[in-house]
Nanobody
Framework: QVQLVQSGGGSVQAGGSLRLSCVAS????????LGWFRQAPGKEREFVAA????????TYTDAVKGRFTSSRDNAKNTAYLQMNSLKPEDTAVYYC????????????????WGQGTQVTVSS
């Protein structure tokens, strides 16, 4: 049973940076791809980024390109989402998730989910 535990997040002013972490246990971390999603109040969960199992490829939604960076360290069973130049519209609960296909932008493709972590960006 794969478990994903998230950390990081918090509150920051616009223009600031945060890094999210996602630690996996209970499975072979390098056997699945990782995705990041976010959900703002009253909105559907949306795709943010994805990274291939070996870190060799990444995909981002247009809204975060050039500002967010997805990475992973398979030796540490950990994935990261570095978020720079944050904007108030980035405010949401962020989730990491695992999938067997890449790139996958639909939540339906992801079998494993972290518990979510709040990111709040003030203007």
């Amino acid at each position: 049973q794969v478990q994903l535990v998230q950390s990081g997040g918090g509150s920051v002013q616009a223009g600031g940076s945060l890094r999210l972490s996602c630690v996996a246990s209970g499975g072979t971390f390098s056997s699945y791809h990782l995705g990041w999603f976010r959900q703002a109040p009253g909105k559907e969960r949306e795709f943010v980024a994805a990274i291939k199992w070996n870190g060799g490829s990444t995909t981002y939604t247009d809204a975060v390109k050039g500002r967010f960076t997805s990475s992973r360290d398979n030796a540490k069973n950990t994935a990261y989402l570095q978020m720079n130049s944050l904007k108030p519209e980035d405010t949401a609960v962020y989730y990491c998730a695992g999938a067997l296909t890449y790139p996958s932008t639909s939540t339906r493709a992801y079998a494993y989910w972290g518990q979510g972590t709040q990111v709040t960006v003030s203007s």
